[in-house]
């Protein structure tokens, strides 16, 4: 499974961005997807998670009630809309892949990642 992360870029605070991970090979419609991110000397971090129905979606204390989750098996793309962004949500956003069907939020049972993707929020 290849997975290429898109639609970061620059936006000012309290404003909205959709970021997708567009997934190529394997069957992507088994596969739990989550986004994670990584500021310059930070940690990566989980931001949001949906397993292959999309009937399961987790969060982070962080973002939960701005950011939302989504996919299209048929699109083979997940999508997450963030919205109210604040400075502190300026980061890469990587998109992993794992066969769990459950939400994980640890980055080491991913399987597959993308080359991520800059989200920068502009106070």
């Known amino acids: 499974v290849q997975l290429q992360a898109s639609g970061g870029g620059l936006v000012q605070a309290g404003g909205s961005l959709r970021v997708s991970c567009s997934a190529s090979?394997?069957?992507?419609?088994?596969?739990?997807v989550g986004w994670f991110r990584q500021a310059p000397g930070k940690a990566r971090e989980f931001v949001a998670a949906?397993?292959?129905?999309?009937?399961?979606?987790y969060y982070a204390d962080s973002v939960k009630g701005r950011f939302t989750i989504s996919r299209d098996n048929a699109k083979t793309t997940v999508y997450l809309q963030m919205s109210s962004l604040e400075p502190e949500d300026s980061a890469v956003y990587y998109c992993?892949?794992?066969?769990?069907?459950?939400?994980?939020?640890?980055?080491?049972?991913?399987?597959?990642w993308g080359q991520g993707t800059q989200v920068t929020v502009s106070s």
């Open positions: 992993g892949a794992h066969r769990a069907a459950i939400p994980r939020t640890d980055s080491s049972f991913y399987d597959y």
């Open positions: 090979g394997g069957t992507f419609s088994i596969w739990t």
């Open positions: 949906i397993t292959w129905r999309g009937d399961n979606t």
